[in-house]
T-cell receptor
Framework: SAVISQKPSRDICQRGTSLTIQCQVD?????MFWYRQQPGQSLTLIAT?????????ESGFVIDKFPISRPNLTFSTLTVSNMSPEDSSIYLC????????????FGQGTRLTVV | EDKVVQSPLSLVVHEGDTVTLNCSYE??????LLWYKQEKKAPTFLFML????IEKKSGRLSSILDKKELFSILNITATQTGDSAIYLC????????????FGTGTRLLVSP
């Protein structure tokens, strides 16, 4: 298994501000993923973060709203920009590890509330 | 569109009962199926299933995959209150990015 440290654990933010979430993996991984889980919903992939190249965003998510950095093989950040109450969610990072890199482990999650 | 559907959406059982959670999928490029338990924020990995008909087992939990009928089940025997959680299944796509498509989740409540 892998240890993925994510912070902050939770935050309450004013609308219009931005929050950067950090994710640190205890081993080098090629891909890291960022998910959003809105209240009562399942996980939705925001983007795939590749080291050394631009992140790949899923339909409905754009770089201006969710800029991602991936400076090295163990670290990534997701910024939620110009927040509104609709951005209140749990944000999760994950990395594939294990045989064939198909066992995805998750960080502890960030519970974001926008007021 | 790739889709993963879980049933039931929620379930209430008594301690000691056995439960079966279902996960069906329609995806274009299947690689494997994962089960997770989510109690607070972070999903905890339970099983990875790649081949049909091979049961994975861990204590009171077991799971099996049917790639012909495109579904998987997660069984929990002798349930305990600590099993109360949301159970998520996710399909790993064979896109080279190990992209996961998550199901809707089943919320299980085990009452004493």
């Amino acid at each position: 298994s892998a240890v993925i440290s994510q912070k902050p654990s939770r935050d309450i933010c004013q609308r219009g501000t931005s929050l950067t979430i950090q994710c640190q993996v205890d081993s080098q991984v090629t891909m890291m993923f960022w998910y959003r889980q809105q209240p009562g919903q399942s996980l939705t992939l925001i983007a795939t973060a590749n080291q050394g190249s631009e992140a790949t965003y899923e339909s409905g998510f754009v770089i201006d709203k969710f800029p991602i950095s991936r400076p090295n093989l163990t670290f990534s950040t997701l910024t939620v920009s110009n927040m509104s109450p609709e951005d209140s969610s749990i944000y999760l990072c994950s990395a594939p590890v294990g045989t064939g890199n198909t066992e995805a482990f998750f960080g502890q999650g960030t519970r974001l509330t926008v007021v | 569109e790739d889709k993963v559907v879980q049933s039931p959406l929620s379930l209430v059982v008594h301690e000691g009962d056995t439960v079966t959670l279902n996960c069906s999928y329609e995806v274009t490029n299947f690689r494997s199926l994962l089960w997770y338990k989510q109690e607070k924020k972070a999903p905890t990995f339970l099983f990875m299933l790649t081949s049909s008909g091979i049961e994975k087992k861990s204590g009171r939990l077991s799971s099996i995959l049917d790639k012909k009928e495109l579904f998987s089940i997660l069984n929990i025997t002798a349930t305990q209150t600590g099993d109360s959680a949301i159970y998520l299944c996710a399909v790993v796509m064979n896109t080279g990015f190990q992209k996961l498509v998550f199901g809707t989740g089943t919320r299980l409540l085990v009452s004493p």
